[in-house]
Structures are given as structure tokens and as C-alpha cells.
């Protein structure tokens, strides 16, 4: 709903840890749900390790490392949540060479919806307009995925 930004998160370890665990599962159900990539386990490690370093980068660049903890636990939390929205989606499609067209509106708007709300964690994170977080979100999803495929193949 956006009202709350990274910084009403509990600060530590234990909300990281429980939020990394929680994408994790959710991350590895949604993908045995469609058409696994070529090298699963890649994928995941990626998909963890990508946001935490780009994100450590970002912040150490707007001069505010303190806030990497509590920045990538919003991240990885919001993403577990939005991932489980969508994993009905993914049953729902079931595989079909094209998902029906509520399946794929469905789909787009909570793709779409996750940069919004990626954009108000980066927004907060860095002091910085809706627009600059949604940069943000927008530079670091494209290079998250390019290396991604890169590595690890077509998804």
C-alpha cells in the first residue's frame, strides 16, 4: 500500500535472514511451477546475491551504507509477497503456450506493481524523489536480469 518505507522496518539480522529465507522458498515454488530455467539453483543463487551487492553498491554511493540492512530485507520481503500473489497466476496458466488474457493482465499488473513498490523502497532508502527510485529500480531489475541470462540462460 506504500505507507511505510525501509526505515520502519526492525533494524538487525533476524528480519534480513527471515526475509532472504522467505523469497528463497517463494522464488523456488514459483519457478517449479512454469518452465524451470536451464540451471535452477544458478538462478536462485543470483536472484539472492545480485540485489544484495547492487543494492550495497547503490547505497555506498548516496553515501548511506547504514541503511543496506533494512533496505534489501524490505526488497526481498516485498518481493516474497508479491511472488506468492502471483503464484495462482502461474498455476492458473498452467503452462499453456499463451495463459488467458485475465491470467496474463493479472500477471503484468502485479509485475508492474512491484517496480512501484520497489521504487518507494528506493525512494526512502536514498532521500530521493518517486521518480530517481523508480530509476533505480527500473536500472537495477535490467541489470539483475542481463546478468542473469548471461550466466545462467534464457529464463
Request: charged share 5%; proline share 8%; no cysteine.
Amino acid at each position: 500500500m506504500l505507507r511505510f518505507g525501509p526505515q520502519d522496518l526492525p533494524a538487525g539480522s533476524s528480519p534480513l535472514i527471515l526475509a532472504l529465507l522467505l523469497y528463497l522458498l517463494v522464488t523456488a515454488v514459483a519457478m517449479s511451477l512454469g518452465q524451470p530455467p536451464e540451471q535452477p539453483v544458478l538462478v536462485l543463487a543470483l536472484a539472492m546475491i545480485l540485489p544484495l551487492l547492487l543494492a550495497r553498491m547503490v547505497l555506498a554511493l548516496r553515501r548511506v551504507p547504514q541503511r543496506w540492512p533494512q533496505t534489501v530485507t524490505a526488497l526481498f520481503g516485498t518481493s516474497a509477497i508479491l511472488t506468492a500473489i502471483s503464484l495462482p497466476l502461474a498455476v492458473t496458466g498452467g503452462g499453456e503456450s499463451e495463459p488467458p488474457l485475465f491470467t496474463a493482465m493479472a500477471s503484468l499488473a502485479v509485475f508492474v506493481w512491484s517496480f512501484a513498490v520497489n521504487a518507494h523502497i528506493w525512494r526512502h532508502a536514498l532521500d530521493a524523489s518517486y521518480a530517481a527510485g523508480l530509476a533505480v529500480a527500473v536500472v537495477l531489475f535490467a541489470i539483475t536480469l542481463f546478468i542473469i541470462t548471461s550466466l545462467a540462460g534464457p529464463l
